[in-house]
């Protein structure tokens, strides 16, 4: 078959944008680089420069830089509903995938669609959205969904919600699990722990949250929490808050300050792709409390890298702790506190994340991401052939 993927939102630039999604497309190129199987790939990409930052090639794919300002969402919009349809028939591509929850309104008679649904907060929880995010998600992303042929999701939790919020048939839906990146699995040494503690003048430890900072993290209830450890447990550690400013986070700093913890709170910015592995193992413990995830990849990045973990009980978070993250209602702040508490002090369970890291590592592989989801492509490819078989014979 020749499958061709709308990676416009692939990023590399050092912001929020190289998160979440723009990562899950990165691997699954870079691995399908490795593991093509049988098939053909043209992959739509944002600018000559993503070309370049791609390390690993296959000459099976082919990456096609598209000029339309990925950054501005109408421009993509107008492209991947206008432009990209007009494209398919020419290249005669028998399957699209979108990896970033849209597909085009049209496709070509002769191409089957499959789109990756990464969560579904924008009707769980829409008023964390802002409101031009609303409206695209709420237009095209359940537009989509009806009308793919295949559905990935990047959860059973985010699967339930696609059949239970759109009324998409369950059959259509394949759960894929996102991988962790390779550079979360190599072995870092106490030696560069401590180094890396006293360079960043937190040798006391700390608690780590790595992601965007907006409303749906929960990331005032840690606050809080932390707050509240603080003054039940005396401890030492910081907490640190990492990574990029997404939208409606004035209230995250408002809250450090009410609660007088600007000395103990610490927000280092973005976290670069080659530093998170080593924020990760020299953490105390990692804190993830969001409200609502599609999956939540960074409790899977910090277990394989053996660090004891708190997240929500809600969502795709219990999967993406795969049986070893410490879960608690995310807005029970009492909890979190006590669960914070028994991270850092818990031996057997501190030693519990270590043991068990490979298997987080084996569960969540680029390997197994990849087999799966050229399976969806082939199952897609299935399906759209009798659907048309059907409509024909009518």
Known sequence: MHIAINAQLLSFSQNYRNGGISRIIRYLLTELAKHPGPHEYTVFINGQDTVEHLAAYSPQITYVPVAWPESRPISRVAWEQFTLPSLLPQK???????PANVLPERLPRNCAGVVTLH?????????????????YHRTFTVRSLRHATMVITDSDSTKRDAIELVGVPAER????????????????????VEAFRQKQGLAQGFFLYLGTLEPRKNITTLIEAYALLR????????????GGKGW??????????????????????????????????????????????????????ALACGAPVVTSNVSSLPEAGAGIALTVAPHDTAAMAEAMYKAITDTAYRQQCRDLASSVAERFSARTMVKQTILVYEQAAELHKRSQRVLFTR
């Open 92 to 98: 005669k591509v028998d399957v699209l995938h979108s």
């Open 119 to 135: 969560d579904m907060a924008f009707m769980r929880f829409p008023k964390v959205l802002t409101p031009s995010k609303r409206l």
């Open 231 to 242: 003054k039940t447990h005396s401890i030492q550690e910081k907490l640190v808050l990492a």
């Open 248 to 301: 409606y986070y004035d209230a995250i700093f408002a809250k450090v300050q009410h609660l007088g913890l600007e000395s103990e709170v610490v927000f280092p910015g973005y976290i670069s792709d080659a530093d998170q592995p080593l924020w990760y193992h020299a953490a105390s413990a990692f804190v993830y409390p969001s409200l609502y995830e599609g999956f939540g990849i960074p409790v899977a990045e």
């Open 173 to 192: 839906i394949q759960t894929v699990y996102p991988c962790i990146d390779e550079r979360f699995l190599t072995v870092v040494t106490e030696g560069e």
